[in-house]
């Protein structure tokens, strides 16, 4: 069966309205969006990471609240910008998070979307990279991050206190979290990179690359691209495949606002010095939105979809988008609700 959750960018300004939340309000409001969407069955809650940022920032005390007070969804990152991070002390956090939600947790890493800040991560102490993007960076820590996670011996212990030749892992240790860890692929060659480590694939709303095609026709093509590398390398279990749209059903009255997102399909343009394909917002009446997505390649390829929702504008709303996809869509789609 496929799954579905909510994608929240975490976005949020100054307190002077509704529409406008400070940061207590967004993290707060991110809590009982996660909470409620598990009561009516949503399978997954996913968190933006962004920095120097008005979004959600570290992630790790926003998932650890909603691991604590939900009981079924799954609880996410899309995506860890890994050029930020202490790989061994973010494999501590994983495993931690983990045991506290009884093996709930979808972890989405990558080098990272274009940040606010000039190489950023230089100021959390993360020096020496030749790429002006800091790909070798996230690459490297990325490594050092799995085998930690994996309960591979990181360090030589203490010989005063265990004799020589011991070795020691990252503590603590929660068995199969490296096979809920996802890697944030932009472009088809990436994902076959993270076919190749293993690792379960995430592809969002954009692809840097702009070939004439879809976005839908992209994204198949880089799922397919990585389910053969992933085989070919032996891994040995079924990787999982997310994909991020924006979603809208109009059942009745109370939705018709979200008309005004709807646009004329994909659209290409700039990102990170790359040529781009960003896909389009669905907004329809529930049996079109149906029609439309089984011809979108990508969602049909993919089990795991994450719906991008508008957070800023509060919880009823949201939830309303989700309870609409979850009762009038995803049923005829493959997808399910656990609840």
Do not use: C
């Not at 959600?56 to 991070?85: F, H, N």
């Not at 692809?207 to 590398?229: D, F, H, K, N, P």
């Not at 008309?259 to 990170?272: A, H, V, Y």
């Amino acid at each position: 069966m496929k799954s579905f959750g909510f994608l929240s960018f975490g976005h949020y300004g100054n307190g002077t309205g509704p529409n406008d939340p400070d940061a207590r309000r967004m993290l707060h409001e991110a809590i009982e969006l996660a909470q409620g969407a598990d009561m009516i069955g949503v399978d997954g809650a996913y968190f933006r990471v962004h920095h120097f940022a008005r979004q959600a920032a570290s992630p790790m005390p926003l998932l650890t609240a909603i691991a604590a007070t939900t009981k079924q969804i799954e609880v996410g990152t899309g995506v860890i910008d890994m050029r930020y991070e202490n790989p061994l002390q973010l494999a501590e956090e994983a495993a931690a998070l983990d045991l506290i939600s009884d093996g709930r947790v979808a972890l989405g890493i990558s080098r990272g979307a274009p940040e606010p800040a000039n190489r950023g991560w230089e100021a959390f102490g993360y020096t020496g990279s030749t790429d002006p993007r800091g790909a070798d960076l996230a690459r490297d820590k990325f490594d050092t991050f799995l085998r930690a996670v994996r309960g591979e011996t990181m360090v030589e212990a203490d010989p005063k206190q265990f004799g020589p030749g011991v070795r020691l892992r990252v503590e603590p240790h929660s068995p199969g979290l490296d096979s809920r860890i996802w890697w944030g692929a932009g472009t088809r060659e990436t994902a076959e990179w993270a076919g190749r480590q293993g690792v379960n694939l995430m592809s969002s709303t954009l692809l840097t690359e702009a070939t004439g095609q879809s976005l839908g026709e992209l994204q198949a093509e880089q799922i397919r691209r990585y389910r053969t590398a992933f085989a070919e390398a032996g891994h040995g279990r079924t990787p999982r495949v997310s994909v991020t749209r924006s979603i809208f059903p109009v059942v009745d009255s109370h939705d018709a606002l979200w008309l005004q997102l709807r646009d004329k399909g994909d659209q290409i343009g700039q990102i990170d010095g790359f040529t781009s394909t960003f896909g389009r917002s669905y907004v329809d009446e529930p049996d079109r939105l149906i029609e439309q997505l089984k011809a979108d390649e990508a969602v049909q390829e993919a089990d795991t979809l994450m719906l991008a929702v508008p957070t800023q504008l509060g919880v009823e709303p949201n939830l309303r988008i989700l309870l609409n996809f979850a009762e009038h869509v995803a049923p005829a789609l493959g997808w399910h609700a656990e609840g």
